[in-house]
């Protein structure tokens, strides 16, 4: 049973270009989270989704981020126009169960994507 | 106030000790709470999950919940250099998974 996977695990775009991130969630999973973190920072919530449906989104910046979970493939994290600003380590988690549904609400993390804009 | 707070550190402790690591939390609707290990340039890695008051172990570590409270914490026995790493404590609100900054350990020889 794999575990969460994450493509690509480096990605280096210049200014201006889009950035996108893949994100498989664990065999039976239907929930997915993504983050942002900075070096020595912690994790920083950016959206919640379900399959075909954005449940959370109140971490995403309004502007140039976008993120889908098409109910086949992989998760897509977008980011057009990138800056400097956004480079940091994106990872996202996966889980069989909404926050609100008790137990075994438990995420696992894939290896992340480290996104370098120059 | 931050929905999941935790002390930066680091905590220094010695080989062989007990390392305590606390954590509040604001939303009281909370239900499930989480303890990740995350090793410098790594992903988290999740350690030890509890959903109801008290104590659960798991081998050298123990997890508190107090909902009354509203505190976690996790506890390390014999403590060791391997176990060096942030430490984030997590979450569940009505609609995500909320993480603390961290809490950075230390295990000196």
């Known amino acids: 049973n794999a575990g969460v996977m994450q493509n690509p695990r480096h990605l280096v775009r210049r200014r201006g270009q889009e950035a996108r991130l893949r994100c498989s969630p664990m065999k039976g999973h239907s929930h997915v989270y993504w983050y942002r973190q900075l070096p020595e920072e912690g994790l920083k919530f950016m959206v919640y989704l379900q399959k075909e449906n954005i449940i959370d989104e109140s971490g995403m910046p309004k502007e140039r981020f976008s993120a889908e979970f098409p109910k086949e493939g992989p998760s897509i994290l977008r980011i057009q126009q990138v800056v400097r600003g956004d480079s940091a380590a994106y990872f996202c988690a996966s889980s069989p169960y909404s926050p609100n549904q008790g137990l075994n609400t438990e995420a696992f993390f894939g290896q992340g994507t480290r996104l370098t804009v120059v | ?109």
Do not use: H
Request: with cysteine.
């Open chain 2, 1 to 109: 106030q931050k929905e999941v707070e935790q002390n930066s550190g680091p905590l220094s402790v010695p080989e062989g000790a007990i390392a305590s690591l606390n954590c509040t939390y604001s939303d009281r609707g909370s239900q499930s709470f989480f303890w990740y290990r995350q090793y410098s340039g790594k992903s988290p890695e999740l350690i030890m999950s509890i959903y109801s008051n008290g104590d659960k172990e798991d081998g050298r570590f123990t997890a508190q919940l107090n909902k009354a409270s509203q505190y976690v914490s996790l506890l390390i026995r014999d403590s060791q250099p391997s176990d060096s790493a942030t430490y984030l404590c997590a979450g569940t609100g009505a609609s995500k998974l909320t993480f603390g900054t961290g809490t950075r350990l230390q295990v000196t020889l």
